[in-house]
């Protein structure tokens, strides 16, 4: 008898990882039926051992063990392809049944599917970074599409959002329709099943688009993988817990294909592997910074009519509603009214009653409302009511900040049409789209956007932003690349005659010195410099535990164990302690012993390595 751990491949089973029996023999990778809640599930067999070797787990366990109803498909997932996932398990103390269930798109679960067959021999795992414009980079990507179906290979490229998949294909896909295929999660269950069929049944060379997934993957004939806008965090997956392009890296590695980073500034992490001689340049990288950029500091406008516009941003405003033509792009970086009250008496900032979060204040349904984004937890302000602060019971609380919702009234009182896309007035992808169109059909105006119309823009005529001065407040150590990222980004979508005007109060902030540079090269000298003396990813690997509640006696225990790797306590407040490990990648990449013991010395904590965020 074979005792299995599986992951439950369907929607609404709260658990990861599950154990069940079997009297077949059953191999790692396997799909079989379960029961679950006297349902049928599909399930992805991640362990097997003989019931002899769990004797004694099986005596003392609290519960019976259910037998599996029946095996579905043998090798369901190729070894190459687990054996990676089990490496990317590892290296992100992640369970491999969340990452399965990551990874394997949920239309998956009840398709046929195809095992896969045997790769083909390959000439080779080969790493090749692509930095130039996202014009030079996509007419490149057609030389290599062209290249690939000569030697009748297919192609795989991965985007981090739908809306990066969808251009690219307008593009891409041209004289070649029959042979592309695209999958995301915005398709249609018809949509859906042609692409599978095209995908399993033609025997044709494919280019293949799709968010991150393993789908591409029953396919045995894919020579190249590509990973555009390489630098995007969008590729951090499970709640930002792991790197996916890390995943997609050990999978490309495993089935012996080349893989290509592309992006308009590629991420240090890539910059490093090109460093140390473990990446190559598909095309010489440019390090040219030909962002039509002006910083405009926001401390010489004082004098402004506008609490959110500049001198300049205001001219813009007045040519655009005289001559009635033309499409703005206002970014701001935080949704409602404004992102942070204060008490004008203490200092103190207005927070959450309940997560002692700033609040951040909306006008919902005509009424001053203040939110909490974290917990939720709302408070009306009638005409009547009278906020007080929570410290010294002043009443005079002062708004500040730059948001969606206060700039689009202020826009609106100089008589320009607006259009706004974020998480409260477009929640949806269909709702952005609808504002999105209902913006470049108009015959001038400007749309006002968080991050998520930063995704959708393609192009605009002037773009302002309003102001990323609150990212530098954030205790990140990626603020500045990511700040760099998304301003050159947007100035790629700014036409011709158009540029970026960044507005803000912190004009002396490297990232700034780093935008007005002739060149990117010094930024990613000095960025890893700074990263490899403080101990940071991508020399470093960095393991953040999350505990509740935690008492000296077990802090001390960790530390001993955690020696060496200069343990690290903050204190989050309200009972949550926050402990980080700082590792060299090589010796955590090559030692799977020290892996496992840090996964059991921090069984008690949630274990992350190299999360997005630090401190949230």
């Not at 806008?229 to 495993?254: A, F």
């Not at 789209?433 to 015959?443: D, R, T, V």
């Not at 509740?548 to 200069?566: A, P, R, S, W, Y």
């Not at 949550?576 to 955590?588: A, E, G, N, R, V």
Request: glycine share 4%; aromatic share 10%.
């Amino acid at each position: 008898m074979y005792v299995l751990t599986v992951a439950p491949l369907s929607s609404g089973i709260p658990h990861g990882e599950l154990s069940y029996f079997s009297k077949e023999a059953v191999q790692a990778g396997d799909l079989v039926e379960v029961p679950i809640r006297k349902r049928g599930i599909r399930a992805l067999v991640l362990l097997v051992s003989t019931a002899r070797d769990e004797k004694q787990e099986l005596r003392q366990a609290l519960f019976g063990i259910r037998k599996i109803s029946k095996i579905l498909s043998k090798n369901y997932i190729h070894p190459i392809i687990f054996n990676a996932l089990v490496e990317a398990s590892s290296y992100h103390m992640l369970s491999l049944g969340r990452l399965m269930y990551d990874l394997l798109p949920e239309k998956l679960f009840d398709a046929k599917i195809s095992p896969l067959n045997e790769q083909k021999p390959k000439p080779g795992f080969d790493l090749l970074l692509l930095q130039h414009s996202y014009k030079d980079r996509l007419t490149r990507y057609k030389s290599v599409i062209r290249e690939s179906f000569a030697k009748k290979q297919s192609i795989v490229m991965f985007f981090p959002t739908i809306a990066d998949l969808e251009h690219a294909e307008s593009i891409l896909s041209k004289g070649i329709e029959e042979y592309v295929v695209t999958f995301s999660s915005a398709q249609s269950d018809k949509a859906w099943a042609a692409a599978y069929k095209t995908l399993t049944e033609n025997t044709h060379s494919l280019l293949i688009l799709t968010t991150p997934s393993l789908l591409p993957y029953v396919r045995d004939d894919i020579g190249t993988t590509v990973i555009e806008r390489e630098h995007s965090h969008y590729y951090y997956g499970h709640g930002e817990q792991y790197d996916i392009r890390d995943v997609l890296t050990r999978i490309t590695r495993g089935v012996r294909s080349r893989l290509i980073l592309g992006s308009h500034l590629l991420s240090l992490d890539a910059h490093k592997l090109l460093d140390e001689k473990e990446a190559n340049e598909l095309m010489p990288v440019q390090y040219r910074n030909d962002t039509p950029l002006s910083v405009v500091p926001m401390i010489d406008e004082q004098k402004t009519a506008s609490p959110y516009l500049s001198k300049k941003a205001l001219s813009l405003l007045q040519k655009l509603h005289k001559e009635k033509q033309g499409h703005y792009f206002f970014y701001a970086h935080r949704k409602g009214m404004y992102p942070t009250t204060i008490c004008s008496d203490c200092g103190s900032i207005f927070s959450c009653e309940k997560c002692n979060r700033p609040y951040v204040l909306h006008k919902i349904a005509g009424i001053r409302t203040f939110v909490c984004h974290s917990c939720e937890h709302i408070m009306q302000v009638q005409d009547d009511t009278t906020v007080t602060c929570k410290y010294c019971g002043g009443w005079r609380l002062a708004t500040l900040g730059v948001a969606t919702q206060g700039v689009e009234e202020e826009l609106a009182s100089l008589g320009i049409p607006t259009f706004c896309i974020d998480g409260e007035r477009t929640p949806t992808r269909p709702k952005i789209k609808k504002m999105y169109e209902a913006w470049k059909e108009s015959p001038y105006g400007v749309l006002i956007g968080t991050e998520m119309a930063h995704n959708v823009v393609e192009d605009a005529d002037e773009i302002v932003v309003l102001s990323l001065d609150s990212l530098f407040s954030l205790p990140e150590y990626r603020t500045d690349e990511k700040v760099v990222h998304m301003v050159t980004e947007m100035a790629e979508r700014v036409t011709d005659d158009g540029q970026v005007l960044l507005q803000t109060r912190l004009s002396k902030m490297p990232a700034m010195s780093y935008l007005k540079s002739h060149s990117f090269s010094e930024f990613y000298k000095e960025m890893l410099k700074e990263r490899k003396e403080l101990h940071l990813p991508p020399y470093y690997v960095v393991v953040k535990a999350t505990f509740h509640n935690i008492d000296q006696e077990l802090k001390t225990l960790l530390e001993k164990e955690c020696v060496g790797f200069e343990p690290t306590w903050f204190e989050a407040g309200a009972g949550k302690t926050l402990l980080f490990l700082h590792i060299p990648h090589k010796k955590w990449e090559e030692d799977s012993v020290l892996r496992s013991r840090m996964r059991t010395v921090l069984a008690d904590g949630d274990a992350r390595v190299n999360p997005l965020h630090f401190f949230i």
